[in-house]
């Protein structure tokens, strides 16, 4: 009998042990978040604004007093935020996690988010935003979206 698929959902309720601070990296204690804890600092931008992979980076590492934050798990799991939140579309839930927000250093839009650069590029026209073509492999981005970031103020 095959084994059934998690949902996105799942998987960003799933904790397997984390938060996790690993002591001994050469550029100090490193952070490996759980999937919620990214989820709510995405949740926490506006309509209309944006941040970075690097700024929820940056916020996990403040929070949780370590040097850095894992660039691979805070990848992955922004993106399973983005598909647990499709999921919660899908199933008629209100105010899902606002993923397309989610930008990177550069501007550039995320091809693995569902739907790719396309959706992503749509849901940020909603709200405002310009958004330049990709030019050769490189994917498009928000013009002018340092003007957009928002810095990701958590309220106790």
Known sequence: MAKRRKTAREKLEEAKGLPKI?????????????PLDVDSLIRKVERGKLVTVDQIRERLARDFRVDWTCPMTTGIFIRVAAEAAEEDLREGRRQPSPYWRVIKTDGSLNEKFPGGTDHQAARL???????????????????????????????P
């Open 22 to 34: 690993v002591m001994d990296t050469p550029k100090g204690a490193m952070l490996v978040p759980r």
């Open 125 to 155: 026209i909603e709200e405002g935003h310009i958004i330049e073509p990709g030019k050769g492999k490189k994917p498009p981005r928000v013009k002018d979206f340092e003007k957009s970031l928002q810095e990701i103020i958590v309220v």
